[in-house]
């Protein structure tokens, strides 16, 4: 039986909500933001049918709730709904003028606010939001009618064709920069300048205009819904389609960015972008938090499901032309990489949306192209979409979380497959190879799926042995994707080591080079374990010796250099050819020439050679223990090769180094594959362990490199990432490493090794990067105070039993007292000033306590709130006398200049502080200093200690919070005076 819901009437309707809305003003009254949310939001539901004015007031009142919680957007959603309800109510007019100002709608705020005056005339409230904001009109309309002068002359230049070409070309760069303006935006897009351009570039054929305006249309487009929907309309994506069908890089690129800025801003992306850094540790995030991301995540889904029909249109416009066969190879490789940056669940969902259409048989496609063979339906792509296509393929798969999904994306690709394999002709098995090739090596799951299938390998080693030069080529591919596993490695020298033998007789090199490959594949697959070797002594080096000769010939093409790389990318598994390559000058300026070109399909095997020179990638720990089990299990117990051990492991590193190897890993860093920007940022990580290398590091570009990838990265690349750019902070001037911007983009980065899972030492090494970025400049610094989490942290090592650890959270601490945000923060209600006094007595270690007084002698240097709560420490006057009477000069020296700051505090400071020992201190220290001028090499700190507290005295004295010796003496004299003998009065 179905359950029977009680019906309330509209009377309990409205008594039941009026509750809970008395109920949220209790907690507004009381700051519980929270609470008073949670009791409006329940008011609102329980009077989800109401359409009164009591409704209009639990919108008003939870308004009132998000501008206190600065949720502007909300606010402004809520006033809406209230106002409809109640139209012209001045509360909510006035609350949704706070937001509107926020949100920087000051015109719409002003509008708001004169209905209000006009509705309530006696408001005081709203009379001087009125006049603040009637002068930010003015000076908006001031700002606005010179940007429209600025707008006019620009567009007089830009779209006039016969105009100087110069003058042209800076009008159009012009146009980017107000593009990027808010005010200057508006006027553009009033103005009609997306038609204007759109009409523009099909006569234009200034290269550099035609740049320019493309790059308009995305800063328009970025974070503004409305714009971006209006340029999908009147321009249209087939616009964008033509702009980034081209060979020229940086008009790709403009194109690409402009198609991404419509789809972030047409799904308001920036609603959960924002929590994209926090999502990743909940743990820490606030239950508030975790309720605005919903909102936000649901605000989002219901932007997306309104705007569902422009923003599939554009997924199916990207993937449609992934096969197109008028467009260039760049264009190709651009649509690929927008395929993979929004097939995530949180960006677009693209990968599960993909299931329902034909895209992924397309995608098959594109893996399945040869640069070296064109067929009648080929199509036109780079060195690199192969590697593109493939590591988009695992970008996707990664995005089936379910075996449901999984096994729908398999059944997608096996389409492809069934229908390429029943077709005998040779175009249709060279794709097909050449796919599952591609998906061998970038999506090993996948690929995998299909070599599985009954037959497969074997008609791999039928092409390998055919007389065709292109069934050998795609063939002998094949089968070194294929043994990356060690079973199927088995299989393959049992059964294709004489093939690919065979092969490498051919005369061809290009079926020679593949044929190397691949026995250097089977050759390594032993791994680092030095006691397996399954070819014979001395073969490796053998086959090294052959990929040397393809890689420093300079007659030979890339693609054969790039074979003979990856040949070496197994065969440096073995610790004796490490030993060898590096020894050998040509061969790794070779390779490292080679990683310059930044193509992406030399980038597996220039990279995969420098992490195994360097030793950097994972390695288990072996210990007694686990030998004995092992051995008693009857387990194969790996060997590290005594070549491997660290003293010739840090030679290879400072030789890599010193050839240049940081700026190959630069240019390959641009790929989108978070598996080669971790092995990228590992490298660099071994490269900056030593001191001597970061110079270099950051010479050739690595600290430009590592940040973004310290962003985003799989988990272990991001740390790997961050490690190297906290040692480039320690040692290197961050000016000069991280110069500009740069600065402040590393705070996020180098701070999560502060977390508990870092080790001690990365801990140590994030500490002292900070506080030397704590020294750049005032941005930097707000940027960690406004990372609450990071100065949180920072404060939490202050408190570590471990010496270092503490030591650096202070030393960092010290350089962000310079900031006045940081004295605010230690002006509040807290123990942050309570606990450096109580340092500054620390008995073990003279660094703390020198840092400490440094920080308290900032502090006090800027409030004199600071001075007072000081005293809140009972202990203040011994950990004071520690500093004064401190045999390290330097300590003293802060320690006088917290006294004189705290004298200038005014009277009522001064007096507790010179109630003790603290002058007697002072005056000793004088003394001191007068007796040092004679000596013949004077104290320089001591000289400058002696007039501070001179001058902290001087100004005590003036207060009449201290008396001169004489003053004081004559003041005991007149106490000690006896009154003259009084007779007692007689009686009358």
Not at 720 to 733: F, K, P, S, W
Request: glycine letters at 4%; a negative charge.
């Amino acid at each position: 039986m179905g359950r029977i819901e009680e019906v309330m009437s509209p009377q309990e309707v409205l008594a039941e909500a009026n509750k809970l809305k008395e109920a949220g003003n209790e907690a507004f009254k009381k700051e519980n933001y929270e609470d008073a949310m949670d009791c409006y939001t329940k008011a609102i539901d329980v009077a989800v049918d109401m359409e009164n004015k009591e409704k209009s007031v639990y919108y008003k009142n939870r308004a009132a709730v998000y501008l206190k919680l600065d949720e502007f957007e909300s606010a402004v959603f809520d006033c809406n709904a209230s106002l409809e309800l109640l139209p012209n109510d001045p509360k909510a007019l006035f609350r949704r003028c706070q937001a509107y100002e926020q949100l920087g709608k000051i015109d719409l705020a002003y509008a708001d606010a004169k209905q209000v005056h006009n509705l309530d005339p006696k408001n005081k409230a709203v009379e001087p939001v009125l006049v603040r904001l009637h002068k930010a009109v003015q000076q908006k309309l001031s700002e606005m009618a010179q940007t429209s002068n600025k707008v006019k002359n620009m567009f007089d230049i830009v779209f006039d064709i016969e105009a100087d070409t110069d003058k042209r070309e800076k009008a159009a760069d012009n146009l980017i920069v107000l593009a990027r303006e808010k005010a200057g935006a508006e006027l553009l897009f009033k103005d009609g300048v997306v038609a204007k351009i759109s009409r523009l570039l099909k006569i234009e054929k200034n290269r550099k205009i035609r740049l320019s305006c493309v790059r308009v249309f995305g800063e328009l487009a970025r974070k503004d819904i409305d714009r971006a929907k209006s340029i999908l309309v009147d321009a249209g994506v087939p616009f964008f389609m033509d702009a980034l069908n081209s060979k020229d890089e940086e008009m790709v690129n403009a194109a690409s960015y402009s198609i991404q800025c419509l789809l972030d801003s047409i799904s308001r992306f920036d609603l959960v972008k924002r929590w994209n850094e926090k999502r990743k540790d909940q743990k820490r995030m606030k239950n508030d938090e975790r309720k605005q991301m919903r909102r936000d995540e649901e605000a989002r889904q219901q932007v997306m499901k309104e705007n569902a029909k422009e923003l599939n249109a554009m997924m199916h416009v990207v993937t449609y032309n992934t096969v197109s066969r008028t467009i260039t190879g760049q264009a190709r490789d651009a649509l690929l990489n927008l395929i993979m940056t929004n097939c995530t669940w949180d960006r677009m969902n693209w990968a599960e949306k993909m299931l329902k259409t034909d895209a992924y048989y397309r995608l098959m496609e594109v893996a399945s192209e040869l640069s070296h063979y064109k067929h009648e339906s080929a199509m036109e792509i780079t060195d690199s979409t192969n590697t593109i296509a493939g590591i988009c393929f695992g970008h996707l798969y990664d995005q089936m979380w379910d075996d449901s999904r999984r096994n729908d994306l398999i059944e997608k690709v096996d389409e492809y497959s069934k229908e390429k394999l029943l077709d005998p002709g040779l175009e249709s098995k060279v794709r097909i190879t050449t796919a599952i090739t591609t998906l061998l090596k970038h999506s090993p799951d996948l690929g995998n799926s299909q070599l599985t299938k009954e037959g497969f390998l074997q008609m791999l080693l039928a092409m390998a042995q055919s007389e065709e030069y292109i069934e050998q080529l795609v063939a002998s591919e094949a089968l070194i994707a294929a043994t990356a596993k060690k079973k199927d490695a088995n299989a393959i020298i049992s059964q294709g080591m004489d093939i690919l033998k065979a092969l490498y007789k051919s005369k061809n090199d290009h079926i020679k080079v593949r044929a190397l490959v691949g026995m250097c594949k089977l050759g390594s697959s032993g791994g680092h374990d030095a006691s397996i070797k399954p070819l014979a002594d001395g073969s490796s080096e053998k086959l090294a010796e052959a990929c040397r000769r393809f890689m420093i010939n300079p007659s030979k093409d890339k693609d054969l250099r790039k074979w003979a790389a990856e040949g070496l990318a197994f065969l440096t598994l073995d610790a004796d050819v490490k030993e060898k390559l590096v020894e050998d000058e040509p061969a790794i300026r070779a390779l490292i020439e080679l990683g310059k070109t930044g193509s992406q399909d030399v980038m597996y095997g220039v990279i995969t050679v420098l992490v195994n020179l360097t030793n950097s990638y994972d390695k288990q720990e072996i210990t007694e223990e686990m030998i004995q089990l092992a051995k008693f299990a009857k387990h194969h117990v790996p060997t590290e090769h005594e070549l491997d051990d660290p003293d010739f492991v840090d030679k290879r590193i400072f030789t890599l180094c010193q050839y240049g190897a940081t700026s190959a890993l630069v240019a390959l860093s641009k790929t989108e594959s978070k598996n080669m920007k971790e092995l990228i940022a590992r490298v660099i990580n071994a490269f900056c362990k030593h001191q001597e290398n970061r110079g270099l590091v950051v010479q050739q570009g690595g600290s430009k490199a590592l940040v973004p990838i310290a962003l985003d990265c799989t988990e272990k690349g991001q740390r790997a990432a961050a490690q190297a750019l906290a040692r480039i902070g320690i040692t290197q001037d961050p000016t000069i490493a991280f110069p500009g911007q740069r600065s402040c983009d590393v705070v996020r980065p180098i701070s999560k090794l502060l977390k508990d899972e870092a080790s001690s030492i990365e801990n140590f090494e994030a500490l002292m990067a900070l506080g030397n970025l704590a020294l750049v400049n005032e941005a930097t610094r707000g940027r960690m105070m406004k990372e609450t989490d990071v100065i949180m942290a920072i404060e939490g090592y202050m408190y570590e039993d471990h010496v270092m650890l503490r030591r650096a959270a202070v030393q960092c601490y010290l350089n962000l007292c310079q900031s006045p945000v940081q004295v605010k923060r230690c002006e509040g209600n807290n123990d942050k000033v309570k606990y450096l006094v109580l340092l500054c007595g620390d008995p073990d270690d003279p660094e703390v306590v020198k840092a400490a007084a440094g920080s308290l002698a900032m502090l006090t240097s800027q409030s004199s709130k600071v001075c007072q709560k000081v005293y809140e420490s009972s202990q203040w006057e011994e950990c004071f006398l520690n500093l004064l009477a401190n045999t390290d000069y330097e300590i003293t020296f802060r320690g006088v200049v917290i006294v004189d700051n705290m004298t200038q505090a005014g009277k009522e400071v001064a007096d507790t502080l010179y109630d003790g020992k603290i002058m007697d201190v002072l005056q000793a220290l004088i003394m001191k200093a007068k007796l040092d001028e004679g000596n013949f090499e004077k104290n320089s700190l001591l000289q400058k200690i002696r007039p501070i507290c001179e001058h902290a005295l001087n100004l005590a004295y003036e207060m009449k919070v201290i008396k001169t010796y004489t003053e004081a003496v004559k003041e005991d004299e007149d106490d000690e005076t006896i009154e003259p003998w009084q007779h007692h009065p007689k009686s009358t």
